[in-house]
């Protein structure tokens, strides 16, 4: 399954988009933060996705704006949307995260600088927190479903990810056999 096929049908089924504007769907939804899906990933998914027919590229000019492509989905593409997000939310494995592995063998790297990654780590966590945190406060209101129940859920998943964090660095302190 490709994640970035799944977001781009997923944002064409609401309405057609040219590339740049799929892209400002997915920053202000920050689907880009835990989705993980940068504008070149747009327009190459795009390229993939008309090649298969799954979206039709047409020329459009509005008023004085310059010209340009915009993506409409076609039946084909909705078909496989509706594939993907069934085999997305019965997919019942857990995800995987480079991250994980990197702290399964994170003895792999002398205690000090294993203590610098946690730390830049959390401080990552913690800015995406407070901007996370804002944008639910200031657009409550302005967030459609389902995008404030994704909010909501990555707002928890940081909290947590933060509180692991601070308890790994706890024990990786406490150790004393790890130069």
């Known amino acids: 399954m490709s994640k970035n096929e799944l977001v781009v049908l997923g944002l ?18 920050r689907m880009e933060f835990w989705a993980q899906v940068n504008l070149a990933s747009v327009y190459n998914t795009l ?19 310059p010209e340009r492509v915009v993506y409409h989905l076609t039946k084909k593409g909705k078909k496989k949307l ?18 994980v592995v990197g702290i399964a063998f994170i003895k792999g790297l002398p205690k000090r600088k294993a203590l610098e990654c946690l730390r830049f780590k959390k ?12 944008v639910n406060k200031n657009k409550r209101k302005e967030t459609p479903f389902p995008w404030g129940v994704i909010l909501q859920a990555a707002i928890d998943h940081l909290r947590l990810g933060i509180k692991r964090l601070d308890d790994l660095v706890k024990q990786i302190q406490k150790m004393r056999n790890w130069k």
């Open 12 to 29: 064409l089924n609401q309405k057609p988009m040219h590339g740049y504007q799929l892209y400002q769907e997915i920053e202000i939804t």
């Open 47 to 65: 390229s993939r996705l008309e090649l298969k027919k799954m979206v039709e590229a047409k020329k459009e000019k509005l008023g004085r704006t």
């Open 82 to 99: 509706a594939s993907l997000v069934e085999q997305t939310l019965k997919d019942n494995r857990i995800p995987h995260s480079n991250f």
């Open 123 to 134: 401080e990552f966590f913690q800015k995406s927190l407070k901007h996370l945190l804002n």
